[in-house]
């Protein structure tokens, strides 16, 4: 089975703080996803990569930067939190073309 | 633009019921047709997929329909379950490429009801 991990499932931070979700995926996807949820948007793409430090933007990178140094893993960077980033923020991979599969999600708040 | 969308935010069923869940696209080059479940608190949890070059995939207790003419996919449960209850969302490919970007439709929230 597939499985994607992400580091945490709750995490509490403060305005201004830099923020880092790592994702991790054991099937050897080439792509990598993060999008975040918020009621009635549903999910909407923030970043993607398609190979080892390769990143593309989605449609709401603002605020946010990836990283991905290795094959299976895929890190968020919040580089200074404000509070309009407090979300579910999921993390998906996939082979070329094909179905993604998400993370159980992290939950962020920011006070 | 493009867009997914499903054409009711809630739907009630009898437990043991079929439940049908419906989902529009407007992209016609889309080729590749996803659902998902996403139970409260998890991440979303894929069930089926499709492909456009057929009309009909079926899967344990699920079917998903696929109609290209009026761009129109369903997905439907049979003998629907407690365990059924959940947010459904359709996806679909956005645009040519291999990077597999999808576009969600906003999601259905499927009761059952006891």
């Known amino acids: 089975d597939v499985k994607v991990t992400q580091s945490s499932r709750y995490l509490v931070k403060r305005t201004g703080e830099k923020v880092f979700l790592e994702c991790v995926q054991d099937?050897?996807?080439?792509?990598m996803f993060w999008y975040r949820q918020d009621p009635g948007l549903g999910l909407r793409l923030i970043y993607f990569?398609?190979?080892?430090?390769?990143?593309e933007k989605g449609d709401i990178p603002e605020g946010y930067s990836v990283s991905r140094e290795k094959k299976e893993r895929f890190s968020l960077i919040l580089e200074s939190a404000s509070t309009n980033q407090t979300s579910m923020y999921l993390c998906?991979?996939?082979?070329?073309?094909?179905?993604?599969?998400f993370g159980p999600g992290t939950r962020l708040t920011v006070l | 633009g493009e867009s997914v969308g499903l054409h009711l935010p809630t739907l009630s069923v009898q437990e043991g019921d079929n439940s049908i869940i419906n989902c529009a696209y407007s992209?016609?080059?889309?080729?590749?047709f996803i659902w998902y479940k996403q139970e409260s608190g998890k991440g979303p949890q894929f069930i089926i997929d499709?492909?456009?070059?057929?009309d009909k995939r079926q899967g344990q207790r699920v079917t998903v329909l696929l109609n290209k003419t009026v761009k129109h996919l369903s997905l439907q449960i049979a003998a629907t379950q407690p365990g059924d209850s959940a947010v459904y969302f359709c996806?679909?490919?956005?645009?040519?490429?291999?990077?597999?970007?999808?576009?969600f439709g906003q999601g259905t929230t499927l009761q059952v009801k006891p």
């Open positions: 992209n016609s080059a889309s080729d590749y």
């Open positions: 499709i492909r456009s070059n057929m």
């Open positions: 099937m050897d996807h080439e792509n």
């Open positions: 998906a991979s996939s082979r070329q073309g094909n179905t993604q599969y």
């Open positions: 996806a679909e490919t956005k645009g040519s490429g291999n990077t597999g970007k999808l576009i």
């Open positions: 990569s398609y190979d080892v430090k390769m990143k």
